[in-house]
């Protein structure tokens, strides 16, 4: 794992203002959505019209609105805690996801997935006032339950705010034998903090589950021009390998500059190849295995499989 200097790391979520309907007069809410003051985010949820509405914003509304709503004990976890946490996810949850002990007859909005698991005190904590399971738990979790895709931006993003290896060994160690643990395991062997996007973990995730070589996050390669860093690489073969996004090359001066960058990462002798959102995995995994020396044989990985 590198990582690169000044690269992004993921920070607790700024909560939104949450305004639900039973804490207000029906008129008055009646009349802020006749105004455009409010937008519905869910059954009685509500967020100011004027902030955006994307699906984790709203994922994160619903959050706040179902801890308010929760009368039992509880704790935000799996992707719902990630979120808390500020862990960019492939996809926004459809439900909110909590931890309780408490029987599952207890009154719960239709939006919460309860999960009746006791949560040692030591593995809850607070983020901006919300009940939610620690990073370590809060990875394990998504681990053992999530597709290996989603799971694993999921640990990477962990790893990059400050987790360690050693701490997901510790909750998975205090739960033998449970569903999912063995696969949480295997998945967080592959998890590396160097990933600085989601698109890059699924680009890594990719060539793992092609049976490629284990690539190296953030590579630094010494040029006439300095010191640039590439995505990942895999050392053996000389290849470095980026994700770009569609978005970054529409403005000239940042074409020209990633020009220059690219001339001189070739002049050290690097194979540079470029993947971006568009392209299907199978075609940049083939472009990889060119690179790959006479005789090689991919190694498989059958837990990224499902």
């Not at 339950?145 to 987790?163: F, H, K, N, Q, S």
Request: glycine share 8%; with cysteine; net charge positive.
């Amino acid at each position: 794992m590198g990582i690169r200097p000044g690269g992004p790391v993921p920070v607790p979520a700024q909560l939104p203002p949450v305004l639900l309907a039973r804490d207000h007069l029906g008129g008055d809410v009646a009349q802020q959505l006749k105004t455009k003051q409010v937008r519905r985010v869910g059954k009685g949820v509500f967020l100011p019209a004027d902030m955006p509405h994307r699906p984790l914003d709203v994922a994160l509304a619903q959050i706040v609105a179902a801890h308010e709503q929760l009368t039992a004990p509880h704790c935000i976890s799996h992707e719902s805690a990630a979120l808390v946490w500020g862990l960019p996810l492939w996809q926004a949850p459809g439900l909110v996801h909590v931890r309780t002990s408490t029987h599952a007859g207890s009154a719960r909005p239709r939006s919460v997935r309860r999960h009746d698991e006791t949560t040692p005190a030591e593995l809850m904590t607070q983020v901006n006032g919300l009940p939610v399971t620690s990073l370590a738990l809060t990875a394990v979790d998504c681990a053992r339950t999530m597709p290996a895709l989603d799971a694993l931006v999921v640990l990477d993003a962990a790893l990059r705010a400050g987790l360690c290896h050693e701490d997901v060994t510790a909750v998975l160690d205090t739960m033998p034998g449970r569903r999912g643990t063995r696969r949480a395991r295997l998945l967080a062997r592959h998890a590396d903090g160097g990933a600085e996007s989601p698109r890059e973990t699924w680009t890594r995730f990719h060539l793992l589950q092609a049976g490629m070589p284990t690539p190296v996050t953030q590579v630094p390669v010494p040029t006439r021009r300095g010191t640039y860093w590439a995505d990942m690489g895999i050392a053996e073969w000389h290849l470095l390998i980026e994700y770009d996004g569609r978005d970054k090359y529409t403005d000239l001066a940042v074409v020209w500059d990633e020009k220059l960058r690219q001339d001189a990462i070739t002049a050290t002798g690097s194979h540079m190849l470029r993947v971006i959102g568009n392209t299907h995995p199978k075609t940049f995994v083939a472009d990889v295995l060119t690179h790959a020396p006479p005789g090689w044989r991919p190694t498989p990985r059958p837990e990224l499989n499902h």
